[in-house]
């Protein structure tokens, strides 16, 4: 693997693991607190299930932060 190669690489896992952990937190947060008011269930009951609600914010996060990472190191990289 080339120089350029690893860099890019690299630089693409650093930026889409920052952009996901920042994009599932903020999804995370909204889903449960959209099913607090809901079911109005206590924090007790939120940490439950944390496991469920997991899988259906990385639904939505994983293209986004995908796409924002690879477009912004490529866009980088185009404008040097």
């Known amino acids: 693997?080339?120089?350029?190669?690893?860099?890019?690489?690299?630089?693409l896992v650093k930026v889409f693991m920052l952009?996901?952990?920042?994009?599932?937190?903020?999804?995370?947060l909204g889903i449960m607190g959209k099913e607090?008011?809901?079911t109005g269930l206590g924090l007790g009951g939120l940490l439950r299930l944390t496991p469920y609600i997991l899988p259906n914010a990385m639904q939505f996060t994983l293209p986004g932060a995908l796409l924002l990472a690879t477009t912004g190191v490529y866009?980088?990289?185009?404008?040097?």
């Open 36 to 38: 607090a008011i809901d």
């Open 1 to 11: 693997m080339g120089i350029l190669t690893r860099y890019v690489f690299f630089d």
């Open 75 to 80: 866009g980088r990289m185009a404008a040097s």
């Open 19 to 28: 952009t996901l952990s920042v994009m599932t937190l903020m999804m995370f």
